[in-house]
């Protein structure tokens, strides 16, 4: 059978938040146990931008991300390409751009799973772009949440936001705050999924012992939390260190004491959530990842079609 071609059609249509997540934890705990390879992502300029790359395996699967990065680009569809690492077989190609979507907010999933405080059951979301979207699937399918409360800077995607959530999980008491203060304060969740250069989250409206996920820009002068939050925090978590240190345009961990933990080690158990303490995990997207969800979507479309 020659490889696969998919688009982001199956990656609707055939992953589920809870699934998902579930092969993120499955490359979490390989990186645990020395059976994960990768590398923090690379990139090569051009006039216009750059094409990056990040190449990466885990249990048994290995191949690469490509993408083109730049400002204003109309499109931001994506490469992956998986092989089977025991046949050396090229399993197929998943174009577009949901794949990357849904692994980042399976990531977000797993760090809410190991990560939010006991019996959490409130969220605020700042951001209301797809990312905002996949993250609280994504922690939806691993906790019970009661509530959620929203803001982004233009009250019109605030309100579509709230309407699509309320068909897709109807469950959910959803609904649109006036500021983003409003959003955070007393949330036991808080995930910022913006592109703000400047802080959208900031530690003075933070729950003690909250979890709060930074998606956004998280540089030195570019970020999307101010230092209080970064100082706030009583653990500091990354889904890669390695990744964490390696961007361009510095961490807003630079020039602090914070050395981040790896979200690796929770899964596995070497590593416990401090109890009572205020948690910031800073998601970097493990190179790799989208390669593991990317065989996942590969076999079941597989098999459908067999």
């Not at 998986?82 to 849904?102: E, H």
């Not at 602090?256 to 596995?268: G, K, R, W």
């Not at 948690?279 to 597989?302: H, M, N, P, Q």
Request: hydrophobic fraction near 40%; glycine fraction near 10%.
């Amino acid at each position: 059978m020659p490889p696969l071609v998919l688009t982001d059609e199956h990656v609707n249509r055939y992953l589920t938040p809870t699934e998902s997540v579930a092969v993120m934890e499955q490359v979490f705990l390989a990186r645990a146990n020395g059976h994960y390879s990768g590398m923090p992502r690379w990139e090569l300029p051009f006039k216009q931008g750059a094409i990056r790359f990040t190449v990466g395996g885990a249990n048994g699967v290995v191949g690469f991300r490509a993408y083109l990065r730049g400002r204003q680009m109309e499109h931001d569809d994506q490469l992956n390409a998986v092989w089977d690492q025991s046949t050396g077989q090229l399993k197929g190609l998943v174009i577009g751009a949901m794949l990357g979507v849904m692994r980042t907010g399976a990531i977000g999933g797993v760090a809410a799973k190991y990560l939010s405080p006991p019996n959490a059951g409130s969220l605020a979301l700042i951001g209301t772009g797809r990312q905002a979207f996949a993250q609280l699937r994504a922690i939806t399918s691993v906790i019970p949440l009661k509530e959620v409360r929203v803001f982004s800077r233009t009250p019109a995607h605030r309100g579509a936001f709230c309407a699509d959530v309320m068909k897709l999980l109807p469950h959910l008491n959803i609904y649109a705050a006036e500021n983003a203060e409003t959003a955070i304060s007393g949330a036991d969740i808080v995930v910022g999924a913006t592109t703000s250069r400047e802080p959208a989250i900031r530690g003075a409206w933070i729950k003690e012992g909250a979890l709060v996920t930074s998606l956004g820009p998280k540089g030195i002068s570019d970020r999307e939390i101010d230092e209080d939050m970064v100082n706030r925090a009583g653990f500091i978590i990354t889904d890669s260190p390695e990744q964490e240190r390696s961007t361009d345009i510095g961490s807003v961990l630079d020039g602090t004491n914070h050395t981040p933990y790896d979200l690796a080690d929770l899964v596995s158990g070497r590593l416990k959530r401090p109890a009572g303490q205020t948690c910031l995990f800073l998601s970097v997207g493990l190179a790799g990842t989208e390669v593991a969800l990317a065989s996942r979507l590969i076999d079941k479309v597989t098999k459908s079609v067999s």
